[in-house]
Nanobody, 123 residues
Protein backbone atom coordinates (compact mmCIF):
# COMPACT_ATOMS: atom_id res chain seq x y z
CA UNK A 1 0.00 0.00 0.00
CA UNK A 2 1.34 3.45 -0.95
CA UNK A 3 -0.19 6.80 -0.03
CA UNK A 4 0.85 9.86 -2.01
CA UNK A 5 0.64 13.55 -1.15
CA UNK A 6 1.68 16.25 -3.61
CA UNK A 7 2.82 19.78 -2.82
CA UNK A 8 4.49 22.69 -4.54
CA UNK A 9 1.87 23.79 -7.02
CA UNK A 10 0.97 27.41 -7.53
CA UNK A 11 0.80 30.35 -9.90
CA UNK A 12 3.83 31.34 -11.96
CA UNK A 13 4.49 33.49 -14.99
CA UNK A 14 5.47 31.97 -18.30
CA UNK A 15 9.17 31.22 -18.36
CA UNK A 16 9.27 30.66 -14.63
CA UNK A 17 9.92 27.55 -12.57
CA UNK A 18 8.15 25.42 -10.01
CA UNK A 19 9.16 22.33 -8.10
CA UNK A 20 6.52 19.74 -7.28
CA UNK A 21 7.08 17.24 -4.51
CA UNK A 22 5.38 13.97 -3.74
CA UNK A 23 5.68 12.48 -0.29
CA UNK A 24 4.95 8.78 -0.09
CA UNK A 25 4.15 6.53 2.81
CA UNK A 26 4.27 2.78 2.73
CA UNK A 27 6.87 0.07 2.86
CA UNK A 28 7.02 -0.58 -0.87
CA UNK A 29 8.20 2.86 -2.05
CA UNK A 30 11.65 1.70 -3.11
CA UNK A 31 10.13 -1.02 -5.30
CA UNK A 32 7.57 1.01 -7.25
CA UNK A 33 7.84 3.04 -10.40
CA UNK A 34 6.85 6.64 -9.75
CA UNK A 35 5.61 9.30 -12.09
CA UNK A 36 3.50 12.35 -12.84
CA UNK A 37 0.34 12.83 -14.80
CA UNK A 38 -1.52 16.05 -15.45
CA UNK A 39 -5.00 17.06 -16.48
CA UNK A 40 -5.92 20.43 -17.94
CA UNK A 41 -9.50 21.72 -17.94
CA UNK A 42 -11.54 20.04 -20.64
CA UNK A 43 -8.71 17.71 -21.59
CA UNK A 44 -7.86 14.12 -20.91
CA UNK A 45 -5.30 13.18 -18.31
CA UNK A 46 -1.85 12.83 -19.86
CA UNK A 47 1.45 11.24 -18.93
CA UNK A 48 4.22 13.65 -17.94
CA UNK A 49 7.14 11.68 -16.55
CA UNK A 50 8.31 8.37 -15.07
CA UNK A 51 11.19 7.28 -12.86
CA UNK A 52 12.12 3.68 -12.11
CA UNK A 53 12.66 2.37 -8.57
CA UNK A 54 16.42 2.80 -8.72
CA UNK A 55 16.15 6.21 -10.33
CA UNK A 56 18.46 5.12 -13.12
CA UNK A 57 15.85 5.38 -15.85
CA UNK A 58 13.52 8.27 -16.53
CA UNK A 59 11.04 9.03 -19.27
CA UNK A 60 9.26 12.20 -20.33
CA UNK A 61 6.42 13.29 -22.53
CA UNK A 62 7.68 15.00 -25.66
CA UNK A 63 5.98 18.22 -24.60
CA UNK A 64 8.07 18.54 -21.41
CA UNK A 65 11.37 16.93 -22.41
CA UNK A 66 14.28 19.24 -21.79
CA UNK A 67 12.25 21.45 -19.45
CA UNK A 68 11.15 19.07 -16.67
CA UNK A 69 13.35 16.85 -14.51
CA UNK A 70 12.07 14.03 -12.35
CA UNK A 71 13.99 12.68 -9.36
CA UNK A 72 13.44 10.56 -6.27
CA UNK A 73 14.98 9.94 -2.88
CA UNK A 74 14.18 6.44 -1.69
CA UNK A 75 15.64 7.09 1.75
CA UNK A 76 13.20 9.97 2.25
CA UNK A 77 10.40 8.33 0.23
CA UNK A 78 9.96 11.45 -1.83
CA UNK A 79 9.81 12.27 -5.51
CA UNK A 80 10.14 15.62 -7.20
CA UNK A 81 9.44 17.24 -10.53
CA UNK A 82 11.50 20.32 -11.35
CA UNK A 83 9.64 22.33 -13.97
CA UNK A 84 11.54 25.04 -15.82
CA UNK A 85 10.65 27.31 -18.74
CA UNK A 86 6.98 26.87 -17.94
CA UNK A 87 4.41 27.63 -20.59
CA UNK A 88 0.70 28.48 -20.29
CA UNK A 89 -0.08 25.08 -21.80
CA UNK A 90 1.54 23.46 -18.76
CA UNK A 91 -1.41 24.69 -16.70
CA UNK A 92 -3.09 21.64 -15.18
CA UNK A 93 -3.66 19.63 -12.05
CA UNK A 94 -0.58 17.48 -11.54
CA UNK A 95 -0.90 14.04 -9.99
CA UNK A 96 1.76 11.91 -8.39
CA UNK A 97 1.36 8.25 -9.29
CA UNK A 98 2.97 4.96 -8.33
CA UNK A 99 2.79 1.37 -9.50
CA UNK A 100 4.85 -1.79 -9.52
CA UNK A 101 4.45 -1.96 -13.30
CA UNK A 102 5.79 0.91 -15.41
CA UNK A 103 3.64 0.01 -18.41
CA UNK A 104 0.53 0.27 -16.28
CA UNK A 105 1.68 3.60 -14.89
CA UNK A 106 2.41 5.08 -18.32
CA UNK A 107 -0.98 3.92 -19.54
CA UNK A 108 -2.68 5.96 -16.86
CA UNK A 109 -3.77 2.91 -14.92
CA UNK A 110 -1.47 3.22 -11.93
CA UNK A 111 -2.78 1.70 -8.74
CA UNK A 112 -1.79 4.63 -6.53
CA UNK A 113 -2.68 8.29 -7.12
CA UNK A 114 -2.25 11.44 -5.11
CA UNK A 115 -4.97 14.04 -4.73
CA UNK A 116 -3.36 16.45 -7.21
CA UNK A 117 -1.84 19.90 -7.03
CA UNK A 118 -2.77 22.84 -9.26
CA UNK A 119 -0.16 24.48 -11.47
CA UNK A 120 -1.18 27.66 -13.24
CA UNK A 121 1.11 29.41 -15.72
CA UNK A 122 0.09 32.89 -16.76
CA UNK A 123 1.10 34.41 -20.08
Amino acid sequence: QVQLVESGGGLVQAGGSLRLSCEASGSTFSRVDMGWFRQAPGKEREFVSLITPSGRRTDYAHSVKGRFTISRDNAKTTMSLQMNSLKPEDTAVYYCVADLLSRRLVAGKAVYWGQGTQVTVSS
